[in-house]
């Protein structure tokens, strides 16, 4: 059974930080591109980050450049998303999401993220 777990997310201040995990099972972890969308009230779900199957990644939102970092531990098969400077408009609910090539594609429950004072 395929599964992926968003864990870590919560209430922070503005200029904090907050650090996603995503636990996956069920699949082999270490073939599938990893990424992380968020989805704001109202608002279409937006690519945050891309991590690759080597390892490279890449911050496809410019509003989080310099501010988030996607990594991932394949012994652990969890991929995370490390948030500083949180902003209010960094508020939304946050997915994972795994895919194989284009052709299999799995998503997290998601966690919700809340910036405000």
């Known amino acids: 059974q395929v599964q992926l777990v968003e864990s870590g997310g919560g209430l922070v201040q503005p200029g904090g930080s907050l650090r996603l995990s995503c636990a996956a099972s069920?699949?082999?972890?270490?073939?599938?591109?990893m990424s992380w969308y968020r989805q704001a009230p109202g608002k279409q779900r937006e690519l945050v980050a891309v991590?690759?199957?080597?390892?490279?990644?890449?911050n496809a939102a410019d509003s989080v450049k310099g501010r988030f970092t996607i990594s991932r531990d394949n012994a652990k098969n969890t991929v995370y998303l490390q948030m500083n400077s949180l902003k209010p408009e960094d508020t939304a609910v946050y997915y994972c999401?795994?895919?194989?090539?284009?052709?299999?594609?799995?998503w997290g429950q998601g966690t919700q993220v809340t910036v405000s004072s």
């Open positions: 991590i690759t199957r080597a390892g490279v990644s890449t």
């Open positions: 069920g699949f082999t972890f270490s073939m599938y591109a």
């Open positions: 999401n795994a895919d194989f090539n284009k052709m299999i594609s799995y």
